[in-house]
């Protein structure tokens, strides 16, 4: 019976993962087709919110990759992949005032940034070493060190659960600068808005997979260990 469970989960966790990138990609190439009224890039929308809430210092840069864009805290950049840099596309504007909106939480000091910035270490720390617990604890026989692997995974997992409202803020912070400096027209901001909320389902993903993975793992070594 568990041996079906864990399979069942697998499926499922393969469907999460496909179905969330599958939607924001069909859904950011079909945005990015339709090219915003006032001609502006992406680098100038994020200019045009960066300037508008007294970040002058912070750069904007082009970085190479699809969907590579971020905004580095400690650095103060916002990095915008090549398209979403040059381009006029409502895809391109949404996403880089995405990005801005984290620009925005790191100036206003808003505490789940600071959380999830906190988690770094750790979670770079339990990515190695929760799995390297776990193979140990099997090669070894020690469920002790399988459990404590487990529990690395665990912090993986209040990671993205951290991360989640952080992207979802951004997002808010990001439609309100695209309707207060009339970045896109209403129509736009419509279509802007189905962007952001097609990437936000990636982050629910990732956080539903992540789960999935702890329960799968909890699954199998609890069974060998009765």
């Given at each position: 019976?568990?041996?079906?469970?864990?399979?069942?989960?697998?499926?499922?966790?393969?469907?999460i993962t496909?179905?969330?990138?599958?939607?924001?990609?069909?859904?950011?190439?079909?945005?990015?087709?339709?090219?915003?009224?006032?001609?502006?890039?992406?680098?100038?929308?994020?200019?045009?919110?960066?300037?508008?809430?007294?970040?002058?210092?912070?750069?904007?840069?082009?970085?190479?990759?699809?969907?590579?864009?971020?905004?580095?805290?400690?650095?103060?950049?916002?990095?915008?992949?090549?398209?979403?840099?040059?381009?006029?596309?409502?895809?391109?504007?949404?996403?880089?005032?995405?990005?801005?909106?984290?620009?925005?939480?790191?100036?206003?000091?808003?505490?789940?940034?600071?959380?999830?910035?906190?988690?770094?270490?750790?979670?770079?720390?339990?990515?190695?070493?929760?799995?390297?617990?776990?193979?140990?604890?099997?090669?070894?026989?020690?469920?002790?060190?399988?459990?404590?692997?487990?529990?690395?995974?665990?912090?993986?997992?209040?990671?993205?659960?951290?991360t989640l409202?952080?992207?979802?803020?951004?997002?808010?912070?990001?439609?309100?600068?695209?309707?207060?400096?009339?970045?896109?027209?209403?129509?736009?901001?419509?279509?802007?808005?189905?962007?952001?909320?097609?990437?936000?389902?990636?982050?629910?993903?990732?956080?539903?997979?992540?789960?999935?993975?702890?329960?799968?793992?909890?699954?199998?070594?609890?069974?060998?260990?009765?």
């Open positions: 019976m568990n041996i079906v469970v864990i399979y069942l989960l697998t499926i499922v966790t393969v469907i496909v179905s969330a990138q599958a939607y924001i990609t069909s859904t950011y190439n079909e945005y990015s087709k339709v090219m915003n009224k006032r001609n502006i890039s992406g680098y100038e929308a994020a200019r045009i919110v960066l300037d508008q809430n007294g970040l002058n210092n912070i750069k904007v840069t082009e970085v190479k990759g699809y969907l590579t864009d971020h905004y580095d805290p400690n650095k103060k950049v916002v990095a915008l992949s090549s398209n979403n840099y040059h381009d006029s596309s409502v895809s391109s504007i949404s996403v880089a005032c995405h990005e801005c909106g984290h620009a925005i939480q790191d100036k206003t000091g808003y505490k789940m940034m600071k959380i999830r910035a906190s988690l770094v270490p750790l979670v770079n720390f339990s990515s190695y070493m929760g799995y390297l617990a776990i193979t140990l604890g099997v090669l070894a026989s020690s469920f002790s060190l399988i459990y404590i692997g487990i529990l690395l995974e665990c912090v993986i997992l209040l990671f993205q659960i951290v409202p952080v992207e979802i803020d951004a997002s808010k912070r990001a439609l309100k600068e695209i309707e207060k400096h009339q970045i896109l027209d209403k129509d736009e901001q419509s279509s802007g808005k189905t962007v952001l909320i097609a990437a936000a389902l990636t982050y629910v993903a990732s956080v539903a997979t992540a789960l999935i993975q702890i329960l799968k793992l909890l699954i199998i070594y609890r069974r060998r260990d009765e």
